[in-house]
């Protein structure tokens, strides 16, 4: 019994040329090899335009179903299936898991195809993505109280070259992430521009004292030729920050007022420990081991911008040692 097939594409080119010399159907199929009723459909099947044959757009066409339907086999994969969810559990993103997922199952699926699965067939799982959707606040809901500027800061369009376009470690953005109302406790964050490597300490007060003492701690832990320059908001808690520059040879830089998209890395970085650390968590209640733990796994974790290198990666062939 004879069965049908397809096609393949340099007999589709073929088939374009022969028909537009002049061949019918018939006489293409004889040139092929192939049969009539072969030529018909694939005629009938394939690109046209005013009853002309395309053979380069039908393949393309074709080419872009099988993919579709490729994603949605692998899709439907148990071993697929399980380590999207697993991973997703581990608050990677689908980026992340299209990066890895070859190498640890043999199957490739990209992020696209991730992010159509889980809304289309897994809505429960778009608890674990990185970004929600946020709703727009309509503007002047709450009033701008004026802040005092503080003492001797120096403005973020001052900052230099080297710091703006990462072109060597040591450029730092710093920031506090709040504790649920009526606490006084914080999360101090110090992200490295270059290399995203994060430091998280605890503070049971969020007071400039405090915050200056933890981040000298913090950053004393690097090579102090390593340290040059660190950007804040204008937060109160950052108003010694000229002791810190004195102690750890740095230079200070401010973002304009309620402009955080300038500071926008270390923003991003709270909103990863945010997973961890949900919004109305007491800071008074969590441990320094649990700060440990959310600060190696952000300094563990692949990240797109880096060419899905961690952190910790990237620092340290700064540094010249193996990962």
Same mark, same amino acid.
Request: charged residues 35%; proline residues 2%.
């Given at each position: 019994?004879?069965?049908?097939?397809?096609?393949?594409?340099?007999?589709?080119?073929?088939?374009?040329?022969?028909?537009?010399?002049?061949?019918?159907?018939?006489?293409?199929?004889?040139?092929?090899?192939?049969?009539?009723?072969?030529?018909?459909?694939?005629?009938?099947?394939?690109?046209?335009?005013?009853?002309?044959?395309?053979?380069?757009?039908?393949?393309?066409?074709?080419?872009?179903?099988?993919?579709?339907?490729?994603?949605?086999?692998?899709?439907?994969?148990?071993?697929?299936?399980?380590?999207?969810?697993?991973?997703?559990?581990?608050?990677?993103?689908?980026?992340?898991?299209?990066?890895?997922?070859?190498?640890?199952?043999?199957?490739?699926?990209?992020?696209?195809?991730?992010?159509?699965?889980?809304?289309?067939?897994?809505?429960?799982?778009?608890?674990?993505?990185?970004?929600?959707?946020?709703?727009?606040?309509?503007?002047?809901?709450?009033?701008?109280?004026?802040?005092?500027?503080?003492?001797?800061?120096?403005?973020?369009?001052?900052?230099?070259?080297?710091?703006?376009?990462?072109?060597? #470690?040591?450029? #730092?953005?710093?920031?506090?992430?709040?504790?649920?109302?009526?606490?006084?406790?914080?999360?101090?964050?110090?992200?490295?521009?270059?290399?995203?490597?994060?430091?998280?300490?605890?503070?049971?007060?969020?007071?400039?004292?405090? $915050?200056?003492?933890?981040?000298?701690?913090?950053?004393?832990?690097?090579?102090?030729?390593?340290?040059?320059?660190?950007?804040?908001?204008?937060?109160?808690? #950052?108003? &010694?920050?000229?002791?810190?520059?004195?102690?750890?040879?740095?230079?200070?830089?401010?973002?304009?007022?309620?402009?955080? &998209?300038?500071?926008?890395?270390?923003?991003?970085?709270?909103?990863?420990?945010?997973?961890?650390?949900?919004?109305?968590?007491?800071?008074? $209640?969590? $441990?320094?081991?649990?700060?440990?733990?959310?600060?190696? &796994?952000?300094?563990?974790?692949?990240?797109?911008?880096?060419? #899905?290198?961690?952190?910790?990666?990237?620092?340290?062939?700064?540094?010249?040692?193996?990962?």
């Amino acid at each position: 019994m004879q069965t049908y097939s397809h096609l393949n594409d340099k007999e589709r080119h073929q088939m374009e040329l022969l028909l537009e010399q002049g061949y019918s159907q018939r006489q293409t199929a004889k040139q092929l090899g192939r049969s009539p009723s072969t030529i018909n459909r694939e005629y009938k099947r394939g690109r046209q335009f005013k009853g002309h044959y395309l053979s380069d757009m039908t393949i393309r066409e074709l080419n872009e179903k099988k993919q579709n339907l490729k994603r949605k086999r692998i899709a439907d994969n148990q071993i697929v299936n399980d380590y999207i969810k697993q991973n997703l559990k581990n608050k990677y993103s689908p980026a992340i898991i299209s990066s890895q997922i070859l190498k640890d199952t043999g199957y490739y699926i990209g992020k696209d195809a991730i992010y159509d699965w889980i809304y289309e067939r897994e809505s429960d799982l778009t608890k674990h993505l990185t970004r929600k959707h946020k709703k727009k606040m309509p503007k002047n809901v709450f009033k701008r109280r004026k802040k005092d500027l503080i003492k001797n800061r120096v403005d973020i369009d001052l900052r230099p070259k080297e710091a703006n376009e990462r072109l060597e #470690f040591g450029h #730092f953005e710093g920031d506090t992430i709040l504790s649920c109302e009526g606490s006084k406790s914080a999360l101090l964050v110090i992200v490295d521009r270059l290399t995203r490597r994060t430091k998280i300490r605890k503070l049971t007060r969020k007071t400039s004292f405090q $915050t200056s003492s933890q981040i000298i701690f913090a950053l004393s832990e690097y090579n102090l030729t390593q340290l040059h320059t660190i950007t804040y908001d204008n937060g109160s808690e #950052f108003f &010694w920050h000229e002791k810190i520059n004195k102690k750890l040879q740095m230079k200070s830089y401010f973002c304009k007022p309620y402009h955080s &998209w300038e500071k926008g890395l270390v923003e991003h970085v709270n909103e990863l420990i945010r997973r961890h650390f949900k919004k109305g968590t007491d800071f008074d $209640t969590i $441990t320094r081991k649990q700060v440990q733990e959310v600060e190696d &796994w952000v300094n563990n974790r692949p990240m797109k911008i880096l060419k #899905f290198k961690s952190p910790n990666q990237v620092y340290m062939e700064l540094e010249g040692v193996a990962p």
